[in-house]
């Protein structure tokens, strides 16, 4: 099981405590941890980890109230169930090569924009705030995002608001939940601002296009993904 990273030192990012909490849901995704499994006592554990043993505590017992793991005195902690579509990073679909790794977020910048013309549509306003962002797997750029949020869910946004799970953010700071999203995968172009992630700008590279909708079936929210195949690949599970 790979460690997390280091907490970057600023307000984005996630409690030390979700991350883990992220990590172990995405290496019982992978089939590193399977349903039955005895996890290794919690000292081994959080030092495999790289945390604290209070920190370890406090995300089994997340995990606990969330159905995941089963504490059985005396025996130790198991993992009870899979915990599909639970994690912050739930729709985040990208992995290692290998499988897992913990999704992080870097803004790039973010601008109230008139939407472009060649979007496609979603929403009610004119405008939408266009969000770029690195994305990384523990500490590796592995994709970079084109965020499109219509302007009508957030008079202003700044990267100082914004979470590194955007999903969170809307639910816990604009009332705004996302239920479901429509991938469409493909091969595109890497762009002149997305050279981070280990391409050339121009060279080919993965492709997702996202329509993300709410309970009520609106479309609030599309973003475009570029991802170095290199580095990490796309998996969809049910």
């Known amino acids: 099981m790979a460690a997390p990273p280091t907490a970057v030192a600023d307000r984005t990012a996630?409690?030390?405590?979700?991350?883990?909490?992220?990590?172990?849901?995405?290496?019982?995704?992978?089939?590193?941890?399977?349903?039955g499994d005895r996890l290794p006592p919690e000292r081994t554990l959080a030092q495999d980890l790289?945390?604290?043993?209070?920190?370890?505590r406090k995300t089994l017992a997340q995990l606990q109230q969330d159905g995941v793991i089963a504490r059985l005195q005396g025996s130790g902690n198991y993992i009870k169930d899979a915990g599909k579509d639970i994690g912050v990073y739930s729709f985040f679909r990208l992995e290692r090569m290998d499988g897992g790794g913990l999704p992080r977020?870097?803004?790039?910048?973010?601008?109230?924009?008139?939407?472009?013309?060649?979007?496609?549509?979603?929403?009610?306003?004119?405008?939408?705030?266009?969000?770029?962002?690195?994305?990384?797997?523990d500490d590796v750029v592995v994709a970079v995002e084109e965020i499109w949020l219509?302007?009508?869910?957030?008079?202003?946004?700044?990267?100082?608001?914004?979470?590194?799970?955007?999903?969170?953010?809307?639910?816990?700071?604009?009332?705004?939940?996302?239920?479901?999203?429509?991938?469409?995968?493909?091969?595109?172009?890497?762009?002149?601002?997305?050279?981070?992630?280990?391409?050339?700008?121009?060279?080919?590279?993965?492709?997702?296009?996202r329509r993300s909708t709410t309970p009520e079936g609106?479309?609030?929210?599309?973003?475009f993904t570029w991802f170095n195949p290199a580095r990490a690949r796309y998996v969809a599970r049910r």
């Open 218 to 223: 609106d479309c609030p929210e599309i973003s």
């Open 14 to 35: 996630l409690p030390k405590y979700l991350q883990l909490r992220e990590v172990l849901l995405r290496e019982i995704a992978a089939g590193r941890l399977r349903v």
């Open 50 to 56: 790289g945390v604290a043993v209070g920190t370890l």
């Open 105 to 137: 977020a870097r803004v790039l910048s973010v601008d109230r924009l008139d939407k472009p013309a060649d979007l496609p549509p979603f929403g009610l306003d004119r405008q939408g705030h266009r969000i770029r962002r690195l994305r990384l797997l």
């Open 150 to 209: 219509d302007g009508a869910r957030a008079a202003r946004l700044s990267p100082d608001d914004l979470s590194e799970s955007l999903y969170l953010f809307y639910r816990e700071r604009l009332g705004l939940w996302i239920a479901a999203v429509e991938d469409r995968i493909g091969l595109d172009a890497v762009p002149v601002w997305g050279d981070a992630m280990g391409c050339a700008a121009g060279a080919p590279c993965g492709y997702v296009e």
